[in-house]
């Protein structure tokens, strides 16, 4: 147990469907950023938000929207993926900005997504 | 273009032998490296790091070792056991710049064999 949840573990998807990936994190932390780890694929940073606010989108294509509504919520929100985007989203918080050695993400167990 | 680049997909290693993982990185701004460990259907968690100021740091049954002049850094399991076989990924970050963007590679599947 990470302290970093997220929900649904599972989640099938057809092209024209809205669906929303949630992320909780009971550590404290002020930043949030959500990876995809695609297979045969380094992880691939997609949004960060620190204190909140978004700091970085790392040109992800806008049928991926993020909502961070506080500092321990954060949500990704799919609409008209393709099939080429099913990957395991994976969600993670830091210690960022709270000390010299908080580098470290904590990681929640993802979300594998399934676009058909 | 990868930046942080594993080039073994997979390796096997017999249990209670030597387990070394390697990584090369190009970007010599990187400063501060990290290994995560992954299991099937969970989220990758924190192993060990080492920051550039250091050739080694060792916690328990894991070393990491970075030669800074090859942009390679490896580590170490030993003994092997069982409970080892999982997919780790090296990442790297460049802590002097404000965005704090860790980069991963792509990971090696670590099967420790009976």
Same mark, same amino acid.
């Given at each position: 147990?990470?302290?970093?949840?997220?929900?649904?573990?599972?989640? @099938?998807?057809?092209?024209?469907?809205?669906?929303?990936?949630?992320?909780?994190?009971?550590?404290?932390?002020?930043?949030?950023?959500?990876?995809?780890?695609?297979?045969?694929?380094?992880?691939?940073?997609? =949004? @960060?938000?620190?204190?909140?606010?978004?700091?970085?989108?790392?040109? @992800?294509?806008?049928? =991926?929207?993020?909502?961070?509504?506080?500092?321990?919520?954060? =949500?990704?929100?799919?609409?008209?993926?393709?099939?080429?985007?099913?990957?395991?989203?994976?969600?993670?918080?830091?210690?960022?900005?709270?000390?010299?050695?908080?580098?470290?993400?904590? =990681?929640?167990?993802?979300?594998?997504?399934?676009?058909? | 273009?990868?930046?942080? $680049?594993?080039?073994?997909?997979?390796?096997?290693?017999?249990?209670?032998?030597?387990?070394?993982?390697?990584?090369?990185?190009?970007?010599?701004?990187?400063?501060?490296?990290?290994?995560? $460990?992954?299991?099937?259907?969970?989220?990758?968690?924190?192993?060990?790091?080492?920051?550039?100021?250091?050739?080694?740091?060792?916690?328990?049954?894991?070393?990491?070792?970075?030669? $800074?002049?090859?942009?390679?850094?490896?580590?170490?399991?030993?003994?092997?056991?069982?409970?080892?076989?999982?997919?780790?990924?090296?990442?790297?970050?460049?802590?002097?710049?404000?965005?704090?963007?860790?980069?991963?590679?792509?990971?090696?599947?670590?099967?420790?064999?009976?």
């Amino acid at each position: 147990e990470t302290g970093v949840t997220q929900t649904p573990r599972h989640l @099938v998807m057809g092209m024209t469907n809205k669906k929303s990936l949630k992320c909780e994190q009971h550590l404290g932390h002020n930043a949030m950023y959500w990876y995809k780890q695609s297979a045969k694929k380094p992880l691939e940073l997609m =949004f @960060v938000y620190n204190f909140k606010e978004q700091t970085e989108n790392n040109s @992800v294509p806008s049928r =991926f929207s993020p909502e961070c509504p506080n500092s321990s919520h954060l =949500f990704l929100h799919l609409h008209t993926l393709q099939p080429e985007d099913s990957a395991l989203y994976l969600c993670a918080s830091s210690p960022r900005g709270q000390g010299p050695a908080n580098e470290k993400l904590f =990681f929640g167990s993802g979300t594998q997504l399934s676009v058909l | 273009d990868q930046q942080v $680049k594993q080039n073994s997909p997979s390796l096997s290693v017999q249990e209670g032998r030597i387990s070394i993982l390697n990584c090369d990185y190009t970007n010599s701004m990187f400063d501060y490296f990290l290994w995560y $460990k992954k299991y099937p259907a969970e989220g990758p968690t924190f192993l060990i790091s080492i920051s550039s100021i250091k050739d080694k740091n060792e916690d328990g049954r894991f070393t990491v070792f970075l030669n $800074k002049s090859a942009k390679h850094l490896s580590l170490h399991i030993v003994p092997s056991q069982p409970g080892d076989s999982a997919v780790y990924f090296c990442a790297a970050m460049e802590r002097t710049n404000r965005d704090d963007k860790i980069i991963f590679g792509k990971g090696t599947r670590l099967h420790i064999l009976p």
